[in-house]
């Protein structure tokens, strides 16, 4: 049995009571067009490895199941003394829930070949200057010479072929810790959003959501949501019947949404599925699987004219 990038603790939430003795979920595929598969948490979203690593240098074996694991079981604590019950949290404890939330983030698979995309982009990029720059008059050169490095150093090429390679090896743990430490900075309220609704929350592959539902009215570039922009959310199931979020929303801890918002917080949920969502009941609605139809002002805001010709 490989490592659970989605831990089968958080998962067993989702377990439906009217199957064999209660101990299965309902598996689909995110375009919806297969029936649910019935599975056990233990069965679903884990690989070979997933967090252990061997030291290049030393050959010493790193793995970070332990901490994943203290990080689990600090939050399984929390929901079941004080979530489910619907009692008031101290600040640590909403610490732990951001660590949480934020290991959920950036422990995925979806999440990893994220990453490997971005930094293999970057190590093609130098792969090619190495290659075409190599004798290059100091004339030449002076053009790359203004350009930054993330840290204002000369990049590492050791470290980026790693990251290209495996990024959760390096990055991990550091992005765990810069996700909370902005979390803090941006002084981030945390709620509890919660339904009674038979069906509740879906969960997935990648179960945490950055979402901002302005991104749209932002040029394209800066279209991905961050922690600066006022509307983001960070939303992150945590069973059928609650969800976290993470927003600059100033509230009650727990709050309890409408039945109608819970499609539309099930269709962003799936759209930030990776390849399969997990359900409470062997229900799929339509409306899930809606792209949705972007308002008239999108057009204006963000696409250039149509060129009647190509650009010569």
């Excluded at 790193?62 to 939050?75: G, N, Q």
């Excluded at 976290?244 to 409408?258: C, D, E, N, R, T």
């Amino acid at each position: 049995m490989g490592k659970h990038f989605v831990p089968k603790g958080y998962l067993k939430e989702w377990c439906d009571p009217d199957t064999s003795q209660g101990a299965f979920i309902w598996l689909f595929n995110k375009d919806g067009k297969s029936d649910g598969k019935q599975r056990a948490p233990k069965s679903i979203f884990n690989e070979e490895n997933m967090y252990d690593f061997v030291d290049d240098k030393t050959g010493a074996v790193i793995s970070y199941e332990l901490d994943l694991k203290k990080l689990e079981d600090r939050f399984y604590q929390i929901r079941d003394t004080k979530l489910t019950p619907r009692l008031p949290i101290t600040e640590a404890e909403k610490i732990d829930l951001f660590r949480f939330v934020a290991a959920a983030h950036g422990r995925t698979v979806a999440q990893r070949e994220h990453l490997k995309a971005f930094y293999g982009d970057v190590k093609e990029k130098v792969d090619w200057m190495m290659e075409n720059l190599r004798g290059a008059t100091p004339e030449q050169l002076k053009p790359y010479r203004s350009l930054p490095s993330e840290r204002g150093q000369p990049v590492d090429l050791e470290e980026l072929n790693e990251n290209a390679t495996n990024p959760h090896k390096r990055l991990l743990p550091m992005y765990i810790d810069v996700e909370v430490e902005n979390f803090l900075r941006f002084d981030m309220e945390l709620m509890v959003l919660e339904t009674e609704d038979e069906v509740g929350f879906v969960t997935s592959d990648n179960p945490c959501a950055w979402f901002d539902p302005e991104a749209w009215r932002r040029p394209p570039l800066e279209q991905s949501p961050g922690l600066m922009y006022p509307m983001v959310e960070i939303r992150l199931p945590i069973s059928p019947k609650q969800m976290l979020l993470v927003s600059h929303w100033a509230g009650p801890l727990y709050a309890k949404i409408k039945d109608e918002a819970i499609d539309e917080m099930n269709r962003i949920a799936i759209h930030y599925a990776d390849k399969e969502f997990v359900v409470r009941k062997n229900v799929k609605r339509d409306y899930w699987f809606d792209p949705g139809t972007p308002p008239p002002e999108y057009h204006e805001l963000n696409l250039p004219p149509l060129r009647k010709k190509p650009i010569t």
